[in-house]
C-alpha cells in the first residue's frame, strides 16, 4: 500500500509560482501512473494533468496546458507539479494519486491511492 504526502502548497500572488511536490512511501514508486487533481470550494475534484510510471508520458487539462508541468523523480519515490503563472481560478486544495494498473488517468474514481492534499492560494 502506497502512502502519499504532498507539501509545497501556500499564498501566492497573480503571475507566480509555486511546486508542489508528493512524497510516496510503503510501496514500490516506480510501479505508479501518478495524477495530480484539484478541488475548489463548492467544485467537484478536476483533473489537472498526470504522468506515466517511466515518465514517458505526460498530459494535462487545458486549463493548465503550458502553465502547469510535472515531473517525478523515481529514485527519491517524489512526484512534483512545478506551477506558472497562476491565475485566482487555480486556488484550490492540490491532490497527488498513484493508480497501478495503466488505463485511464484522469478520473478520480480510477485512482487508488490519495494523499490528503496541499491548499493553494492564488491571491493578491
Not at 510516496?24 to 505508479?32: K, L, N
Not at 467544485?43 to 510510471?53: A, D, L, N, P, S
Not at 517511466?54 to 512534483?80: C, E, H, M
Not at 488505463?103 to 492534499?117: E, F, H, I, P, V
Request: with cysteine; hydrophobic share 30%.
Amino acid at each position: 500500500q502506497v502512502q502519499l504526502a504532498e507539501s509545497g502548497g501556500g499564498l501566492v500572488q497573480p503571475g507566480g509560482s509555486l511546486r508542489l511536490s508528493c512524497q510516496a512511501s510503503g510501496g514500490t514508486f516506480a510501479q505508479y501512473h501518478m495524477t495530480w487533481f484539484r478541488q475548489a470550494p463548492e467544485k467537484e475534484r478536476e483533473f489537472v494533468g498526470y504522468i506515466t510510471r517511466n515518465s514517458a508520458s505526460t498530459y494535462y487539462a487545458d486549463s493548465v496546458k503550458g502553465r502547469f508541468t510535472i515531473s517525478r523523480d523515481n529514485d527519491k519515490d517524489v512526484v512534483y507539479l512545478q506551477m506558472n503563472s497562476l491565475k485566482p481560478e487555480d486556488t484550490a486544495v492540490y491532490f497527488c494519486a498513484a493508480k497501478f494498473y495503466s488505463g485511464t488517468l484522469s478520473r478520480a474514481d480510477a485512482m487508488d491511492y490519495w494523499g490528503q492534499g496541499t491548499q493553494v492560494t492564488v491571491s493578491s
